[in-house]
């Protein structure tokens, strides 16, 4: 604590109006005073922010500054920076309330959300407050900033991208209302034991969050199992009604998604399972205390882990639990607390439009038909009506194997109704594709919602019910239309659009690469952060010496900066000098890590052979940041193989620290936050036609990193934005890899009739990266030489010529940094606020609220 300031000295803030009304949820109607008060600024003095925050630290964290810990102090900081948006989230309600527009209901399995404190900040416009009110605290807001754990709400690119398309809806006025699950210990942390993968629990919520809001209270009943009954109703007509075997409670928790700096601030709800008998006194009393408290653990293992492994029996019936679980609270909250007591339902679609983020959420469609038929009492065509009009569907896959398909007899046995509803909606279907086909018996087969009788085909059931069905790239929606869904796109063609994948700007660069976003505020001015496509503005500066100049300081900033963390946060040290060649994305076959994989093993293996002398390898460290899932046994094998070949490589003195080998654990939104800055080079190397969009080769190119990638998912944009001179285009095309499958591609082919790639796969083979045990990689090496589904070894020859051309690029700096700020300025069109106008005027056919 700073010499001139005592604790003693420094008065308690205010009492903040706005603590009496936090309780209040997003759906509510809000009756405090300050729920109808204008928007207020920030505070402008940094004593208003001390006195908060010193408020803070006494009430809620119960103790003063001289004694708090940095988790209490910043418990406290976190409670002030959300204390000042709280006012503009009652604003926001009241008004959602009072004008009751569109709503958007995005509904989705999980949000990768990244640290809160750092975008709360952002948008309250608070950071140099905040900053110099804690300096006078004697506090560095770095240390505050280090102690916030990452939310374990998502995995990887799907989550990310629901978190950017929350916080442009926010950020562009647009009502939302984001739903998924409350993850206990999302999905895992990674850590390495002689360089394989081993889970642990990710206990993100072990000190607790301060940034969600609990309303036991609006907590809903979510029924399992049992059968299905017949009765005569009232009105005479025979009804159908679910009698379940048991059932859990979803209480839900608030999160604020605000919007940079324009006052509004929306809602991300998401729900955790409760038993609703959770606790049995009597047979507690008896001594059997594990079974007294059988039914809490049972129900709460719906909302425990991210994504179960799902290998067992038991485990696909938990992720079934966890789909419907968290789509029956989220339906039944809307219709219950967002709409006003005598709703007709018949006009839902005028009031929410709910956004199917891939497969995971499909059980919705037969869950609103359930409602409106057997507690509303709609005729079919009636409920049929409504639901079809309610739902859109983004698909985020190509892979078959990707697209959900639930055994009918798991969901008869779980969701009994639902499978009813389901069959009747396959009948109605079908006889629309009759009527549209006659006599195409073969069609009608190849559509069926059913699958052989046996699975229920999510994709397909989205398809038929949804207004809209979208890909997320121009290569993708292509790819949807035709390969995956062509039956579907022939009887619609209507349905199915484009829209391209964005990342949000305020976390990508203005959080994550401050001193990139101060050159361009200096340079054009700071209205790029909700309009990005200004950074077409930058352009003409690629030819000024002076900006390349500036540009090329921050990037080795950016060096340093990851350097550091990862030597603190991993004890891996990064040598100066090098070109960063980075490759972070789920591990899987098609994303092809094998392939890079290769080359860096190639390189070691030409010095070792003498082929080329080590001074001849340009310097180069190669980031990996992957997770595999853990029942994925050839991904796992992977990861154990790239350890093994870093270890060795980074140990090896004949290659004079010229090449390096990185893999940190647990790469997370954090440390993608450090690293995509600090890279020269995006590594986008799928099977063209496998990659439905990606979202990391776009906050790498924003971030002014050359790619290396196939034609492929969005690198079919980015190459065309950027020019074929500033991409470093491989591979074959989507076309050529479809013509090589029908032909029959044999990897042993090209292992063969390649020395070279022959004598890379004989060096891991050799024992050289397991202790001279030669077999420890035989699943790895033995899958590439005789199946290599996503053909890398095709490919090996064409990537190994393109990254040749990024070692003549980047031996002349100017050219490379020229070609970075170009990268950098013609990719604007990824922002996550342009993919929102498009789903706005492609899909919802909403508009933002005034």
Partial sequence: MSENVRTDQLPLADESPTTESRDLGPSGNPTHPLATAPVGAPPHSVDGFVKEFLHELNTNQGVPLSMSSVNDQY??????????????????????????????????????????????LLATDLSDIAEKGLALCGIDIATLRAQEVEPGLGNGGLGRLAACFIDSLATMDVPCVGYGIRYEYGIFRQTFVDGRQVEQPDTWLSLGSPWEFPHPEASVQVDFGGHTERYIGEDGRERVRWVPAWNVLGVP???MVPGYLNGRVNTLRLWSAQATKAFDLQIFNSGDYAQAVRAQTFAENISKVLYPEDSTPQGKELRLQQQYFFVACSLRDFIDHSLEDGFDLHNLPERITFQLNDTHPVIAVPELMRILIDEYDFEWDEAWDVTSRCFAYTCHTLLPEALEVWPTDLLGRLLPRHLE?????????????????????????????????QGVRMAFLATVAGTKVNGVAELHSQLLRDKVLPDFSALWPEKFTNVT??????????????????????????????????????????????????????KAWNKHRIADLLRARDGIDLPDGH???????????????????????????????????????????????????????????????????????????????????????????????????????????????????????????????????????????IR???????????????????ELGAQGYNPHSYYDANPQLKATLDLISSGVFSNGDRHLFDMVVENLKNQDRFMALADFDSYVAAQAKVEERYADQDSW?????????????????????????RIWHTTPML
């Fill in 253 to 255: 928790y608030n999160y």
């Fill in 720 to 738: 065309k934005l950027v020019g074929d001179k500033h991409f470093f285009l491989f591979g074959m095309s989507e076309p050529e890899v479809a």
């Fill in 421 to 453: 509803l389901i069959y009747q909606i396959n009948d109605h279907f079908l006889a629309e594709v009759r009527e549209a086909f006659p006599g195409d018996d073969l069609r009608a087969h190849h559509m069926s919602i059913i699958s052989h009788g």
């Fill in 75 to 120: 418990m406290a900081l976190a409670s002030t920076v959300r204390n000042y948006l709280m006012a503009r989230w009652l604003e926001t309600n009241r008004k959602v309330h009072e004008n009751k527009p569109k709503t958007i209901g995005y509904l989705s399995a999980e949000y990768l959300l990244g640290r809160q404190l750092g975008n709360a």
């Fill in 579 to 717: 070109l960063v060649d980075v490759m972070v994305k789920r591990l899987h076959e098609y994303k092809r890590q094998s392939l890079k994989l290769l080359h860096i093993v190639s390189l070691y293996e030409q010095v070792l052979s003498g082929k080329i002398a080590a001074s001849e390898v340009m310097p180069r460290t190669v980031v990996f940041g992957s997770k595999a899932a853990p029942g994925y046994a050839m991904a796992k094998e992977t990861i154990h193989l790239i350890n093994k070949v870093a270890a060795t490589i980074n140990a090896d003195p004949i290659l004079e620290g010229r090449l390096k080998i990185a893999f940190p654990a647990n790469y997370n939104v954090t440390l993608a936050e450090k690293l995509i800055p600090a890279a020269d080079l995006s590594e986008q190397i799928s099977l063209a036609g496998m990659e439905a969009s990606g979202t990391g080769n776009m906050k790498f190119a924003l971030n002014g990193a050359l790619t290396i990638g196939t034609d492929d998912g969005a690198n079919v944009e």
């Fill in 817 to 841: 940094m020229r070609s970075a700020i170009l990268n950098m300025a013609r990719t604007g069109y990824f922002s996550s606020d342009r993919s929102m106008r498009d789903y706005l005027q």
């Fill in 501 to 554: 994948n964005g990342v949000t700007p305020r976390r990508f660069v203005r959080l994550s690469n401050p001193k990139l976003s101060e050159l361009i505020n200096d340079t054009i001015g700071n209205g790029w952060v909700t309009d990005l496509e200004r950074l077409k503005e930058l352009e003409p500066y690629a030819d000024d010496p002076e900006f390349r100049a500036q540009f090329a300081e921050i």
